[in-house]
């Protein structure tokens, strides 16, 4: 009988990262990177979690127990979670609609992401947000208006260095917004003003059902900022994103002033839940994205060779992650909606208990069923 030799799981590995692009930098983030057994496990039990809570609400939207807007996140997961691995207390992010994955990581639990999503009083914007407004400490949503964000975070920059906060603001938004005059008026604020601002573009190839290159004359968007540095990064590689995070942080925070990044990544659902994302791109598409490029099978697949952590243990990492979630979903279901007196809430100063519009009392006009 052949001798089974059992793999020895070290307590760190160092891995090569993907190539980057570079734009008026003279320097580059690392070619290697270390990894620590703990930081990799904590990684993968992140990004399963993600991918496992948009799976949840796809369902539950399908079921209509979700209504209206609602953006997934699921193939673009190592962005997000290696931008937050390299992100100091006191950091801020701000991103557009697709913002499940985000509100996560800055420690919002998935059950009252859920519970937003749901319409209920425990979620995290008290059940009147949904989808595309959720908010938590250092993380200023969730933006429904396209590219909208990108200006807002410049301000939060111009804040932070105002009060020499050590912290940059890190501003999100996606291929499709990256067209937006308002964009490139920000540019040119945060660069007028060096203020640490990451401006970040999240290629995921597609704005709605557009292909980036039907809507952009120059599809390299890290070169866009003119006179800002950029960085293309590969977006699918949670290592990568993080070194390249730590390399714009340490960049913002040596006063040099903005830098643009560009993470080429991929949504595997269509642009919201009402697009099934099969009219302008096909189903082999997605699919030899989801086989050969998938940001969890990646990372799990180079720290099981690197013996990080064995394959049985990222199975059971899995199965937990996935019974959690499935149990926050459930969970949430007969939490409170809102009441009724609480729909003006922070919309006027003085509302409630002494509100009125033009003399009027909008509470006379709504009249529980």
């Excluded at 990262?17 to 057994?37: G, I, M, V």
Aim: overall charge neutral; charged content about 25%.
């Amino acid at each position: 009988m052949p001798r089974k030799f059992l793999s020895t799981v070290v307590p760190s590995a160092t891995f090569n990262l993907e190539e980057y692009k570079s734009f008026k930098l003279d320097s580059l983030p690392p070619a290697q990177t270390l990894c620590s057994r703990e930081d990799a496990l904590a990684y993968l039990e992140t990004l399963q979690r993600i991918r496992r809570m948009e799976t949840a609400c796809s369902n539950m939207y399908k079921e209509k127990k979700i209504r209206g807007f609602c953006h997934l996140y699921s193939g673009q997961e190592a962005v997000v979670v290696g931008i937050e691995a390299a992100l100091k207390p006191g950091d801020t992010i701000i991103t557009a609609y697709r913002c499940h994955g985000f509100t996560h990581t800055r420690g919002v639990s998935v059950k009252s992401i859920f519970a937003e999503l749901l319409g209920r009083k425990t979620g995290c914007s008290a059940g009147v947000g949904g989808s595309m407004h959720l908010y938590h400490k250092d993380f200023y949503g969730g933006n429904g208006i396209v590219g909208a964000q990108v200006p807002l975070g410049v301000g939060i920059g111009l804040r932070m260095k105002y009060r020499g906060d050590p912290n940059i603001s890190v501003t999100l938004y996606g291929d499709g917004a990256a067209n937006q005059g308002q964009v490139f008026e920000a540019y040119n604020m945060a660069k007028l003003w060096n203020l640490p601002v990451v401006f970040i573009c999240e290629n995921n190839k597609y704005g709605m059902g557009t292909a980036a290159n039907r809507a952009s004359a120059n599809t390299a968007y890290y070169t866009r900022g003119d006179y800002i540095p950029g960085l293309w990064v590969d977006g699918m590689d949670v290592l990568t994103v993080r070194e390249a995070m730590r390399f714009a942080r340490d960049w913002c925070m040596s006063g040099k002033g903005p830098l643009l990044l560009e993470t080429e990544t991929y949504r595997y659902h269509g642009h919201s839940m009402s697009d099934p994302g099969t009219s302008y791109r096909t189903r082999e598409e997605v699919q030899s994205v989801r086989s050969g490029r998938d940001p969890i099978l990646l990372f799990q697949k180079r720290c099981i060779e690197a013996n990080l952590f064995t394959q049985d243990e990222a199975k059971n990492l899995e199965k937990r992650v996935r019974q959690e979630v499935e149990k926050d979903a459930e969970d949430c279901m007969n939490d409170p909606e809102p009441d009724l007196d609480d729909r003006f809430l922070h919309v006027y100063s003085k509302a409630p208990p002494q509100f009125e519009v033009r003399g009027c009392d909008p509470l006379t006009y709504f009249k529980p069923n």
